[in-house]
């Protein structure tokens, strides 16, 4: 009921949004000013609710600073017009080992997140990668609607999901703890998500009704054994890639991001399980934990650059300049017919 909310009326409507958010930085502040020490303070980040959402990120804590003055943070809108081609960006290399790998995924309340065990190392190198990364967390964003839910956007459209695959440096760091404050630190692979009739048959291990039921709530894990994580990766070695930062606090700027040129799907019902997982724990208030995105950043000085030869052109092809990668139009070819269907 209104009348137990901490905020006057007037702000509870949607068309005041800004109010709250600002009405919520002043009570944060206020807080700050009374209290003798602010490290009696545990602040955690959010992406729903205030003071901590992401556009007061890099004020309601000095760590967090990059996320506010950051030059190089992500996500990015993905303009194909800005793209530049390379010619010297070869493709991934997975390394498995030749082993399956088994992990916990986890309601996190802010991600469905699915860690590895060490047991079953997963690397990858090549491409824009000076080094081998190694997999730490397979994170994934998903929306309340079809039309948003991914991080990144492909000129100023959204996709349903996305899914994050979370490397760290194993060549200069021992954890990931330490390469994400560090150069050269992260690599992240995105893979955009689409719906579809039939599902990506790694997400469908981590989306089928028997395993996404078991995370319903935060806190919430579950075992997974014998997946292959190949799986996971579409049918392509074309990509785009950008250096730009971890898109949760701290934001630090050490993340090279791999942008795969090819979509994998889930079905609809898989995504309306996402839907129906909660922030909380069973005993709190129910909030979906869809819109677990932060919005994109200004592209600012950096280069897009891909391995997408947008030279070559079937007759057809109406820009010479870009290709157009291989997201849009369920079951429609795309204009440049090197591009693998």
Not at 9 to 15: G, K, N, Q, V, W
Not at 97 to 108: A, E, F, L, P, S
Not at 192 to 204: D, G, M, Q, V
Not at 253 to 266: D, H, S
Request: overall charge positive; some cysteine.
């Amino acid at each position: 009921p209104s009348s137990l909310s901490p905020f006057p009326p007037f702000l509870l409507s949607r068309h005041n949004e800004a109010h709250l958010l600002a009405f919520s930085l002043f009570l944060w502040f206020d807080l700050v000013a009374h209290t003798e020490t602010l490290t009696l303070i545990t602040l955690s980040f959010s992406f729903f609710f205030p003071p901590t959402v992401p556009s007061f990120w890099g004020l309601v804590n000095s760590a967090w600073n990059l996320c506010a003055i950051g030059k190089r943070q992500s996500p990015i809108d993905i303009e194909t017009t800005h793209m530049i081609f390379d010619p010297y960006l070869t493709p991934l290399r997975l390394n498995t080992g030749g082993r399956k790998m088994g992990g916990t995924m986890y309601n996190t309340g802010k991600h469905v997140s699915l860690r590895p065990d060490k047991a079953h190392l997963v690397n990858i190198s090549g491409g824009p990668l000076g080094y081998s990364y190694r997999l730490e967390e397979i994170r994934l964003h998903f929306g309340s609607e079809d039309s948003h839910g991914s991080e990144h956007l492909l000129n100023g459209q959204g996709f349903p999901g996305e899914v994050q695959l979370i490397h760290y440096n194993q060549d200069l760091y021992t954890n990931y703890t330490e390469a994400a404050k560090s150069p050269h630190g992260v690599a992240v692979v995105s893979i955009f998500i689409k719906l579809s009739e039939n599902s990506n048959a790694f997400l469908n291990r981590m989306l089928n009704r028997d395993t996404i039921t078991r995370i319903n709530y935060k806190h919430d894990a579950f075992l997974l054994m014998g997946l292959n994580i190949a799986d996971l990766y579409p049918d392509t070695t074309r990509y785009i890639t950008y250096e730009g930062s971890i898109t949760i606090p701290p934001c630090y700027e050490t993340a090279t991001w791999i942008l795969i040129n090819k979509p994998i799907y889930v079905t609809q019902m898989q995504m309306h399980s996402l839907r129906l997982l909660s922030q909380n724990e069973p005993y709190k208030i129910f909030l979906s934990m869809s819109d677990n995105t932060r919005p994109t950043q200004p592209l600012l000085q950096r280069c897009i650059r891909t391995n997408i030869n947008f030279s070559k052109q079937g007759r057809d092809c109406p820009n010479n300049r870009a290709l157009r990668p291989q997201y849009r139009g369920k079951g429609k070819a795309p204009c440049c017919s090197h591009v693998k269907k």
